[in-house]
């Protein structure tokens, strides 16, 4: 399994950006399609956006569709989530997300992530 760190998380105003980052360890990374999800005080965790292994399929929660970008450099091991417009109800906690295979598509359904971080806390105030 892949041990993913993420990084980048903070506290910002409404209408802001944050780019979030997410290391993985290992020589496999490209065998592995990414997500990120997010999971806010009280509420369960939830889907925001994933990227399949070489990057050619991203798919995004509605809510975060046209703000959020998710990204990958395979050479360095990172995936990516530019977070941009930024709004109260983003306020969580992020989590990145690994799932092993080549699959063509991205997938959304948190069963097929395998391996999770810690977690990186975002806050946006009004």
């Known amino acids: 399994q892949v041990q993913l760190v993420e990084s980048g998380g903070g506290l910002v105003q409404a209408g802001g950006s944050l780019r979030l980052s997410c290391a993985a360890s290992g020589r496999t990374f490209s065998s592995y399609g990414m997500g990120w999800f997010r999971q806010a005080l009280g509420k369960e965790r939830e889907f925001v956006a994933a990227i399949n292994w070489g990057g050619s399929s991203t798919i995004y929660a509605d809510s975060v569709k046209g703000r959020f970008t998710i990204s990958r450099d395979n050479a360095k091991n990172t995936v990516y989530l530019q977070m941009n417009s930024l709004k109260p109800e983003d306020t969580a906690v992020y989590y990145c997300?690994?799932?092993?295979?080549?699959?063509?598509?991205?997938?959304?359904?948190?069963?097929?992530?395998?391996?999770w971080g810690q977690g990186t806390q975002v806050t946006v105030s009004s």
């Open positions: 997300a690994a799932r092993r295979g080549r699959f063509y598509f991205a997938s959304s359904d948190m069963s097929d992530f395998g391996s």
